[in-house]
């Protein structure tokens, strides 16, 4: 029991499709973030929200889409996607001390991921 | 300088040996350690903080080198179940909208 769900656990898509990530924090943090790992790489960060607004976005290419409607919930859309995209995604929270700190201070509560594949 | 350097490994070591793995960040002024543990096709987990003054939990101790920007994470008495990637996360850059940096992490094998 992690805390953190996401769903679905794989998702194999062809470019073409338009499909959805979600996740859900039971632990009353309020920053959540989206994580990529591809293989041999560094988790890569996609998106911030610190109590519920994006504070990072790093340059993800528009065919990746956040939604964070509430500080327990974030989706991430997707559209269009490449096979370059095949990954592991990765939600995640933490505690963080105040809206306009930066995050970073505590540590990641990870969700179990989302293989995705894109065909 | 890469942000977080790790060696990838792998180390292999057999049962009941001692393990050290070192990590490397480039910003002096970072903030906040952290190692990670993850298993291969699994989510990173928490393994333990990293304090100024170095921290022990069990057979795990890390400390924190300022003064040569690096962390370490020693394991004794390697078990089986210590199998796995150990990443070193760094808070980057501490003066910004700032988020943890991971590093590509360091593979462990334990052997019987």
Redesign the interface.
């Known amino acids: 029991e992690?805390g953190v769900t996401q769903t679905p656990r794989h998702l194999v898509m062809g470019m073409t499709n338009k499909k959805s990530l979600k996740c859900e924090q039971h632990l009353g943090h309020n920053a959540m973030?989206w994580y990529k790992q591809s293989a041999?790489?560094?988790?890569e960060?996609m998106f911030?929200y610190n109590f519920k607004e994006q504070?990072?976005n790093n340059s993800v290419p528009s065919r990746f889409s956040p939604e964070c409607p509430n500080s327990s919930h974030l989706f991430l859309h997707l559209h269009t996607l490449q096979p370059e995209d095949s990954a592991?995604y990765?939600c995640a929270s933490s505690q963080e001390g105040t809206t306009r700190q930066?995050?970073?201070?505590?540590?990641?509560?990870?969700?179990?991921?989302t293989?995705l594949t894109v065909t | 300088r890469k942000e977080?350097e790790q060696d990838p490994g792998p180390f292999n070591v057999p049962e009941g040996a001692t393990v050290a793995f070192n990590c490397t960040y480039s910003n002096s002024a970072s903030?906040?350690f952290?190692w990670y543990r993850q298993d291969c096709?699994?989510?990173?987990?928490?393994l333990m903080?990293v304090y100024s003054s170095g921290n022990e939990d069990g057979r795990f101790t890390a400390q924190l080198n300022r003064a040569s920007q690096y962390i370490s994470l020693l394991i004794r008495d390697s078990k089986l179940s210590d199998s796995a990637t150990y990443?070193c996360?760094v808070?980057a850059?501490?003066s910004?909208?700032?988020?943890?940096?991971?590093?590509?992490?360091t593979m462990l094998l334990v052997s019987p």
């Open positions: 992690t973030y041999k790489k560094p988790l960060l911030v504070t990072e592991l990765l930066g995050a970073g201070y505590s540590p990641l509560h990870f969700g179990n991921g293989r | 977080v903030q906040s952290f096709r699994k989510e990173p987990k928490l903080s990443l996360v808070n850059d501490p910004g909208y700032s988020t943890l940096t991971f590093g590509k992490g």
